[in-house]
C-alpha cells in the first residue's frame, strides 16, 4: 500500500446531511464507527486515522447545544402564550355573547353546534397566523440563505421544510383544540335562564362551591403531584447520569426543564399575589381619590378577580 500512495482521504455519503445533526455525539459515535470499519479494512499495515472535521465541530459542540436550549425555550414559552391568547379570546367571545348563544340554544342549536361555533372561531385565529407565519419565515429564511451562502459558503433551504410546516400546523391545531376546552365547557353548562337575563349582572362577586369529600376525587391535586414528582425524581436521575456520561446535550434537555418549571412557578406565586398587588396598585394610582373611592375600585376588582387571572 506504501508504494501507490502515503495518504488516503475519506469523505462520507452524503456528509453535509450527516453533519447537519445538531447533537455532537451522534456524529462523533457515527464517524468513529465509520473509521474502524476503515482500520479493519487497512489490516496490519502502520497508519495513522485523523479526523479534522470532528476537531472543527467539537469547538461549536457547546455554542450548537445552548443554542438548541434557547430556541426550545422561546418556541414552549410561545406555546403557552398562544395557548393563553385563544383561551382568553375564546373566552371573552363565549361571556360577550351569551346572549346570542342562549337564544341559538333556545330555538334548537344543540351541544354539537354550539362546539363547532367556538372551534370555528378558534381556527378563525389559528389558520392565518399559519399563513402568516409560513410567510414571514420563507422572507426570513431566503434573506438568511443568501446571506449565509455568501459568508461561509452553506446551503440553507430558503424555505421551510416539510417537517417545520408539519409541527407548525400541529402546534397550531394542538392549541386551538386545548384552548377552547374550557370556554365549550363554560358555554354548554351555562344555564339558559342566566345567559337569557339582560337585568342583572354575569359577574358574581362571591363563588361558592359545595364538595363531598366522600364521593369526590379531586383529580387535579392528583396529576399535578404526579408531575411534580416525575420532574423532581427526573431532575435527580438525569442530572447525575448527564455528568457521569459527559453528556451535555442531555444536561441542557434538564437545564431547560428546570427553566420552564421556574417559569411556571413565578406565575403560581404571582396568582398568590394578585390582590396584594391590586391593593397597592390602586393605593399608589389613586392616592388622589378618597377613601370610600378606593375602596369601591378595590372591591371591583375582587368581583373580577377570576377574569382578571386571565391577563
Known amino acids: 500500500m506504501q508504494d501507490y500512495t502515503a495518504k488516503y482521504s475519506i469523505n462520507l455519503k452524503d456528509r453535509y446531511n450527516f453533519y447537519k445533526n445538531p447533537d455532537y455525539n451522534e456524529i462523533q459515535d457515527g464517524v468513529v464507527k465509520i473509521s474502524g470499519d476503515v482500520a479493519t479494512r487497512l489490516g496490519i499495515y502502520p497508519f495513522e486515522i485523523r479526523l479534522p472535521v470532528i476537531g472543527e465541530l467539537m469547538i461549536s459542540k457547546y455554542g450548537s447545544g445552548f443554542l438548541g436550549v434557547a430556541l426550545y425555550t422561546i418556541v414552549t414559552v410561545l406555546f403557552i402564550l398562544s395557548f393563553i391568547l385563544i383561551y382568553n379570546l375564546l373566552m371573552v367571545t363565549v361571556e360577550s355573547r351569551n346572549f346570542d348563544i342562549g337564544v341559538m340554544r333556545m330555538i334548537g342549536l344543540n351541544k354539537k353546534g354550539v362546539v363547532e361555533l367556538l372551534l370555528v372561531q378558534g381556527m378563525a385565529f389559528c389558520i392565518p397566523g399559519c399563513f402568516l407565519g409560513t410567510f414571514l419565515s420563507t422572507f426570513i429564511l431566503s434573506k438568511v440563505s443568501v446571506v449565509l451562502k455568501m459568508l461561509i459558503d452553506a446551503e440553507v ?14 402546534c397550531s391545531l394542538i392549541v386551538t383544540l386545548f384552548s377552547a376546552y374550557y370556554p365549550l365547557k363554560e358555554a354548554l353548562t351555562k344555564n339558559l335562564n342566566i345567559a337569557l337575563d339582560l337585568n342583572h349582572s354575569k359577574t358574581s362577586a362571591v363563588l361558592i362551591q359545595l364538595q363531598f369529600d366522600a364521593k369526590m376525587i379531586p383529580w387535579d391535586r392528583i396529576v399535578f403531584s404526579l408531575l411534580t414528582v416525575v420532574f423532581g425524581l427526573s431532575i435527580y436521575l438525569f442530572i447525575p447520569l448527564a455528568l457521569l ?7 441542557l434537555v434538564v437545564f431547560f426543564g428546570i427553566l420552564i418549571g421556574l417559569l411556571l412557578g413565578f406565575v403560581l406565586l404571582s396568582l398568590n399575589f394578585q390582590h396584594l398587588m391590586e391593593r397597592i396598585v390602586t393605593r399608589v394610582f389613586f392616592c388622589w381619590a378618597s377613601k370610600p373611592f378606593q375602596t369601591l375600585i378595590v372591591n371591583n376588582l375582587v368581583a373580577h378577580k377570576i377574569r382578571n387571572r386571565r391577563t
Not at 433551504?157 to 400541529?170: D, K, V, Y
Open 157 to 170: 433551504p430558503g424555505f421551510p421544510t416539510t417537517h417545520a410546516l408539519f409541527f407548525s400546523i400541529t
Open 245 to 251: 456520561t459527559l453528556n451535555v446535550g442531555l444536561l
